[in-house]
């Protein structure tokens, strides 16, 4: 919930289906189910024969297509569809996919859920040659690199693009034959194949959708793993060998639906084993558990179990909260109104509260939570972070891209306690982390990039490098080199195998 | 959840303050606070020097209020707002609440919260001496009624109209000089009065409202008050000294927020209370509870505190799920396609559940819910209602005009676990439900209205009588006038006290 | 044109179907040809089998029905609609017709053109015995006296209430038997009866509005007349035979459309005729003729032909002027910025101008018209207008209703001239007016209203005639009773026939 | 108006304006001023110090920009926009321009009236080359040549890339520091220079959207030329010397305002003559002259002066008629529904009419209007085109893409008026149009095309001559190489000069 009031946003969910009559339909209902990964943003084009159709717009699903008239237009049986959160800027609209592209020899589209590390290097190059960009996101460069390719193969041409892009990607492609899904070589991002019942194959994000459209999981897709869909079933492929899973641990913690399954492990799970192993390594006395709603309710739930303490809802969120245009001034806001999160008076009152959250970001949010807990007659507050603290940015695609708006890292566990006014504060461990997510890979940290608590970057940071390392304390900068991620990026070692899910 | 999928509606939310500078926006951030109470139709009319300025329309409050100029436009220090389920029908638009009357002596506005017993004849008699409605609400009988009394003031006019009318209402109007609420003598609806810090007063169907605008609960509106807020501050009057509470017990169950407090009682922790109770009365070996979100979390939070089993997330609702206008066909259904609920694989399989409920009213959603997660992998499938079974109609504003729609009133506990398909079923017994909530009033029921559940209408059924007599089976006519409060109604036993709250 | 930039609007469009399968669209189409007459709201019910289903809304036709389904939805063989000028003021949307009532009795609706004399004083009492109104306008007066009548049959009561109201009507009635058309004793307003091939019955405002729809006209409805259409055809009633007909002058001058017959009088002919009258009347040594566009164009024409000047396009007007929501700031506004009407230097440099304008209202308009043209490089500007010096309000439908902001109420030609910056000035005559427009009806001014140039109303004033008076200057007082239709009216002559059609 | 009811649509109209604070603001009235060059696209861009702005949207200008705060959003001092007639196909919304660019060296926009006879053949070597195209207009081709160009500066760049585009084009190129206007060398569309009282300079297709801003004319912009406009003023320069003008003949025909002057000729009196010269040649024995409106209405008043007879009304326009959603159906269109064009029964009745029109394309509209105006019952119907016949497509910018629909192609004058029914039918001749428009340029047809009316293309065809050539008869051909300008193109004939405006 602080990673949610506090803006930190995955940047994208993506969904495709080939082979189902109705498939703009399908689409939206599975980009539905991801609609949490992006609420700015919205687009599904749908290949009608070779021809490409498509629709977007601003605001959630329900905006963009609020007409049953806007799905029948796009027809076809393939359709490929995303869902968004726009960064500022002035790119606006421009910025919202599936792109589609007009070329003599067939239509293309494409949309990409994460971020690329050499994106702005591989841009200014392929602008000197005279590419030209509509919008501002990373998405457009991989159509340039393919089309600039002198292989002689869609596919061969494809790979070149796949290996020259680095940092984290989940790409989807929609051709006039077929169906197409890449993902990086270190998996930052999950996506999963599935099969309906009708032998329709669907691609999508997180599980959740495949869910929703009534597909059964096949496999997730790995890293540096290619999937071509078409009329004859579905074909991996890759592009590297060169791979290391270190899928982002954000999507455990805050950014994945609790019903989805990643790499065999329910989401909803690993945060009830995270909150009880919080209370384990961080117990306190109190008479209740509290969750922030909505993504800390499965940690507080491990929490109160773990700790024997009744669970309580003194926090509530008003589930209607979404695309408000009336704001509160500045004047109300101090005269106490509040939209979104209310403390319960009647629950809390007199009572000596455990306050579970996902995470603390700039710190704000929990300052607030601390003090209407106090205003509503908490006795005590005591703070617990379902993860540990957020010190470094993240380059992957989640919208951390500077160190100086964590609080964490400026200020010690103790000097955040002081500025929020909890009673007691403490966060979950690393080693907790990766323990209660359990994944289980044979690579650092289980399989996960923890990068975002200790700074090991599971590749090279190309363009970023250099603003990065300046932004490092002198103690940040001696540890980073012994990290073994980052080591093994630039020491080339070897990969190591995929856990199997 | 299952009063929710099916259809149970609430009628309406209203809000209304006195002497803020910034009224309109204010009564729109206390209407948000309400908007589970009604999400057809929004309304907003402010009160600029005596001019009363209109804002209404369909859908949700962010809807109907899309634009700052919209709020803008409403001036003045006063304002009452609604938020409303529309009743089906051909009223459409002009059922959006609150109405403006315009006299030659003054305008005035008027919303309201409720259903009359004794409407249609009302209608009828008044029709027939030339009035004329433009709505098909209820609401705009007590405007006539006000009109056409021959009494010499303002408030005798209106006390006699309250007089005139029965069954549930909490109305709120807005006139040149004063706002007012009323209360009918039973107290079917809650209404609060509360202060802000600068002085104003506001009136609202919940406290969460109150907490929302940051006022301080001056005290419950009781059955039969009126109050008067006006620029010398707010005054409580009574109509009525026929009095006996009989609250709604489905607030308490269903439809309020969990944080708002009912004369006193939270209604989380009362929901904790019934699910505890139910673990008490319906224990079953199993190894989960899961609740059906939003609605049944509270329940089922005491529950599994009660019965020592672990509380997991195995159903999932979908929190983008509102104002869809896309919808699957029913081919896409059949393969399985749902939008609203879906069943976590990754922690039911494989598991013997407990799945908490608030009520069953036609059955169709709970049998969904045991396929679900049957087909996500659960063993075992236990269904506890965290309330009795609902068997008769509801005419003081719940819209449950007929027994035919409910499976208690047909089938029996047996008969309907078969029909849902669980491998148990239990419901919270009657006086567990009055226990748990624990209103504790020296009246009937502890306060509660509890007739869905028994047939114990608090009130005669005036206009409604023959035709729920006629719905009757020949047992439950013996059975009915042996109830205490129906009893008491038409004896002319005097009414106990309220409360202190 | 002066009269369209300067705000002079006729109150309303009717048109109404009975017995069409596609009533609701044929009535959007009949609307649409009406549209000039009100451009602020629309609305459309239809008859379902005695179930009335209405749409209502602000703005243009194509606004309000800005969705195929919004038509599909208004199902039923019997349509009536109404386009309206949304007078300023606190009713807003609610003021907008067909309204719909709602009767245990069954439902009714209504809509109004024109204005009543004595509504003030009819509300007023209706309101003292305890009768509600829900918007500003003068049309449900009607209904609540048909309510509160004591006459045994509908159409009793319809024709008591028809003769309570005074002053300028044409009411649109739907019930679930049969559509009601009535117009006032004057026939201020036009009515046509239509028929179409189908054998379905049209009513409407102007005969364009039958063509539109492939109507072939029946005949034009008379004063006192009612007309009831139902399922066994059409037939003819009166409820007074005091009728003498006074047609609106200013449907001839410029509201009609130029394609409408009224009492067999071509709209546009009866334009080119004043023009050319006002050639002879006063004629001008100039190079060339100008029309205001689009109000003024027939008018011109005539002038240029009877003159044997050239007619050209010296003034254009921008033909997407409608609904612009941007403005030009006053600083834009000071630099030329004009969106509405552009003088044609390429036509005008250097030339003798004589510019035919309908009307002068308050003068701002001729002024700017004049000061654009010289600035256009125009050597000599004459100004000519078809119709005679506006010096009294109108009580019957037109939105002038007080003399003060009529710039011939103040001054003289001459001193009208001086303020609009014009070489010469000159008005049609009344004598000339009227034997233009040829009607010929064997009644005072040949069967026109012209109380507007002379302040020989048909009618008694009611409510309005005291403020009326007391804005009268001495002279004005002395002449007003000798004027024949005034006296007629007051002495109790008896009504003369109508002419033939 | 033939042109407008059968889709012969112009492609756009640009606006853009250089060093006022409210640059967005003036370029919406300018847009709203050439909104009759395009209905189904617009869009504005602004330059905020360098940061360009964007808006675009489908539909009319009023509908594009519904919201002031759209304006205001739009910083800056400078703006170019743009109004477009949506092409057909798979495009949509991504061809609505300006185009905005971004580069890592600053951004551009580009907008374009026009069509390039060489697009498709540049757009393929560009993709061979690896451009990506959003669009399926002509207008990104030209930044594709520009980015790819070696040459040193920015306008060596430009002139570079508008040599290798060829056909017709008017360009407005925004960059960070100058507006930039390029038109090509025959100057087939028109485009004006003005400059504003607070010394803001203007570019706009027509001289109407300067007069509409209260701009002066500095000059129309020639052939060749390429106009720069910065802080420091404007500046001329050419990319080419091979100019010949070819100004298209529809834009004094149908396309321009009236009130535009195109090279000094004011269109109005343009089209006066064309109607006059129309009656010398081709007189008829008639009651009256009667325009197709509106474009045909200056036509018809030359005509009628010249030929002594009454110019009437008999065709009206609905001049509401723009974006309605709601259309008849088949069935209520054989009952006679007409929405657009309407016969006035009072004025044609019993008369011998001379209908002046535009142009005929597929000769259905002439039918129906003859059709309309004998079932109105005209005697006898002469039509009378102020234009020839047009038998040949255009590749420079307007929508006849094929000699296919063209029915002058496939049939004699006599054919034509046996299919539409008239009593007579001639068309203007080639000279006769030539004089009428008397542009008076040193270049063949006094500096107009009229290839639409003989062939005579005044350029090379490029990517289109094959099919065209494939397309004619052996007559056609034959006669073809004969023709001035086609055969000047091709032997390397030094164009002539400009006419001095």
Not at 125 to 140: C, P, Q
Request: charged share 25%.
């Amino acid at each position: 919930m602080s990673a949610e009031l506090e803006d930190i946003h995955e940047e994208c969910g993506i969904f495709g289906v080939w082979g189902h009559p109705d498939a703009a339909r399908l689409t939206y209902f599975g980009l539905h189910a991801l609609q949490h990964r992006g609420q700015e943003g919205a687009g599904i084009v749908s290949n009608d024969n070779g021809n490409l159709i498509g629709h977007r717009g601003k605001g959630l699903l329900t905006q963009v297509f609020s007409d049953e008239r806007e799905i029948q237009r796009l027809k076809g049986s393939h359709s490929i569809g995303h869902v968004r959160y726009a960064t500022a800027g002035s790119g606006g609209s421009d910025n919202i996919q599936p792109f589609i592209f007009r070329f003599h020899d067939g239509d293309m589209a494409l949309c990409h859920n994460g971020n690329l590390t050499n994106c702005p290097s591989l841009r200014r190059k392929l602008e000197d040659e005279g590419a030209i960009f509509h919008s501002n996101s990373d998405t457009e460069v991989l159509m340039h690199l393919i089309r600039r390719s002198s292989k002689p193969t869609f596919m061969d041409k494809l790979k070149e693009a796949l290996n020259t892009v680095h940092g984290g990607f989940a790409y989807l492609i929609m051709t006039e034959h077929a169906m197409i899904g890449a993902l990086d070589p270190n998996g930052f991002r999950p996506l999963s194949l599935g099969k309906m019942t009708n032998g329709a194959y669907v691609l999508a994000s997180e599980t959740c959708a495949l869910d929703t459209v009534g597909a059964e999981l096949v496999r997730d897709i790995r890293p540096g793993e290619i999937v071509v869909v078409d009329d004859s079933g579905y074909h991996i492929d890759h592009y590297t060998d060169q791979t290391q899973l270190a899928i982002c641990s954000m999507e455990f913690i805050y950014f994945a639906r609790p019903d989805s399954n990643i790499y065999g492990v329910n989401v909803h799970s690993a945060r009830k084993r995270m909150g009880a192993r919080l209370a384990q390594e961080s117990p306190v006395d109190a008479d209740m558990v509290i969750a922030v709603p909505n993504s800390s309710l499965s940690a507080a739930s491990g929490y109160s179990e773990e700790a024997g303490l009744p669970n309580e809802m003194g926090l509530i969120k008003n589930q209607y909260v979404a695309r408000t245009f009336i704001q509160p001034t500045q004047e109300l806001r101090e005269q106490g109104v509040r939209m979104k999160l209310s403390a319960v008076r009647g629950v809390v009152k007199g009572k000596r509260v455990v306050v579970i959250d996902d995470s603390i970001v700039r710190g704000t949010t929990s300052k607030r939570i601390v003090q209407m807990l106090k205003e509503a007659g908490a006795a005590e507050v005591h703070m617990r972070i379902s993860s540990p603290p957020l010190k470094y940015p993240c380059f992957y695609g989640i919208d951390i891209s500077t160190t100086k708006e964590l609080i964490a890292a400026e200020k010690s566990v103790e000097e955040i306690r002081d500025y929020i006014g909890a009673d007691s504060l403490a966060f979950l461990s690393l080693d907790g982390l990766v323990e209660s997510i359990g994944l289980g890979a044979d690579a650092p940290y289980g399989g996960l990039c923890v990068a975002y608590f200790n700074g090991d970057y599971p590749t090279a940071l190309d363009d970023y490098e250099a603003d990065f390392l300046k932004s490092l304390t002198p103690d940040d900068r001696v540890r980073l080199p012994e990290f073994a991620l980052y080591k093994s990026k630039y020491e080339g070692n070897e990969y190591q195998a995929l856990p199997q899910a």
